[in-house]
C-alpha cells in the first residue's frame, strides 16, 4: 500500500532529484545507500537502504512531484512463526 511522503531531496548531476531523507510514521529516515533506481515516464523509483540498514522503496510521481513508500520492511506482525 503506497503511503504518501515528505521527502528532502538533492538534484543529481543529471537534473534528477533524488531523496536523502523522508518521514514516514512520524519517524525520520536517513537515506545512507541508493542501492538501485529506475525511470518509467511518469514516476522514478528508488530502493533505498536506511542508515539503520533497513531497505525501501520509493516513488517519486513526476506528474505530481508526489513521493510514495510503495514498500515497507515487514514488522514482527507480518513475520509467520515458527511451529
Given at each position: 500500500m503506497e503511503k504518501p511522503l515528505r521527502v528532502r531531496t538533492e538534484v543529481d548531476e543529471k537534473g534528477n532529484e533524488k531523496p536523502l531523507e523522508f518521514v514516514a510514521e512520524?519517524?525520520?529516515v536517513r537515506i545512507a545507500e541508493i542501492v538501485?533506481?529506475?525511470f518509467d515516464s511518469d514516476c522514478n523509483y528508488y530502493k533505498v537502504v536506511s542508515d539503520d540498514e533497513i531497505s525501501y522503496l520509493l516513488r517519486h510521481n513526476l506528474?505530481?512531484?508526489g513521493w510514495e513508500l510503495v514498500e515497507t520492511p515487514p514488522t514482527t506482525d507480518d513475520v509467520p512463526s515458527e511451529p
Open positions: 512520524g519517524k525520520e538501485d533506481r529506475w506528474e505530481t512531484a
